[in-house]
């Protein structure tokens, strides 16, 4: 409950959803980012085994990820080399 996986030089910018037993509700996101001094590549595809959904998805520019803690919730931003945000969600964690 609540697992955020952070993940880093990979060279592309990700963040997914997992729901392995296929219940229907998440179970663990993913956070993908750059280095941001490093060179750029495309987002490869996901394994299907741990049925992933794909919440954003972008390759191909310098990127750095910012996560924020606040009390229950969650923020994580996919920012570029001019810190211009190309994704931000804020989560809530759950109680059950």
């Known amino acids: 409950r609540n697992v955020v996986w952070?993940?880093?030089?990979v060279h592309?910018?990700?963040?997914?959803?997992?729901?392995?037993?296929?219940?229907g509700r998440v179970d663990f996101h993913e956070f993908i980012s750059g280095p941001l001094s490093a060179g750029t590549k495309q987002p490869v595809h996901l394994d299907a085994e741990f049925r992933p959904t794909t919440l954003y998805?972008?390759?191909?520019?310098?990127?750095?990820?910012?996560?924020t803690v606040e009390g229950t919730t969650l923020r994580?931003?996919?920012?570029?080399?001019?810190?211009?945000?190309?994704?931000?969600?804020t989560f809530q964690a759950s109680a059950s």
């Open 12 to 23: 592309f910018a990700q963040v997914n959803a997992y729901d392995p037993d296929g219940d």
């Open 76 to 89: 994580l931003e996919i920012l570029d080399e001019s810190g211009g945000a190309h994704f931000a969600r």
């Open 57 to 67: 998805s972008e390759g191909g520019f310098f990127n750095f990820g910012k996560v």
């Open 6 to 9: 952070l993940a880093a030089d």
